[in-house]
């Protein structure tokens, strides 16, 4: 992702550098995970996620489940190890019925983080809690 949208990737590790108690995060450049098993979802934005999201198609014998977005009006047939970059907080998506076993795993990461990072949600300054930076962590 690094060569292709740096600047997305830049942003998001913005939030990896103040994460609570220097911890690194395993699904790096994002903040968090979903894993989908068997699902069907319904059509979404997901309004809190910051910038893009990473969905990866894991499937098993499956006819269908395309995965549909709705502005640029896209139907991908998304196959076994697949992966798509798109910011699911602008582009209204959904997948399609289907059969078989399908599954996904979907990074993202919250946008609410943008408070974290600029005063630790109103922490900072407390005896309480302390934000590393990239530099006091070593980085």
């Known amino acids: 992702m690094e060569s292709v949208l740096p600047q997305n990737v830049e942003v998001l590790r913005m ?3 103040v994460l609570p108690c220097q911890q690194s995060s395993p699904v790096h ?9 068997n699902i069907t979802s ?3 934005r997901d309004a809190n996620d910051k910038d893009i999201c990473l969905v990866i198609a894991i499937s098993s014998n499956c006819e269908g489940g395309e995965l549909c977005l709705m502005e640029p009006g896209l ?3 998304l196959r076994n190890g697949d ?4 910011p699911s907080c602008n582009f209204t998506h959904f997948n399609q019925h289907y059969k078989g076993r399908r ?3 979907v990074f993202h990461s919250d946008k609410w983080l943008t408070g974290w990072l600029k005063d630790g949600n109103g922490w900072d300054g407390s ?5 590393y930076t990239s530099t006091e962590a070593g980085l």
Do not use: D, Q
């Open 15 to 17: 939030y990896l550098e």
């Open 75 to 77: 139907v991908l047939g």
């Open 29 to 37: 450049p994002f903040t968090g995970y979903v894993l989908n098993l």
């Open 83 to 86: 992966t798509i970059v798109f």
């Open 42 to 44: 319904k059509v979404h």
């Open 127 to 131: 005896i309480y809690i302390h934000r």
């Open 103 to 105: 599954a996904s795993l």
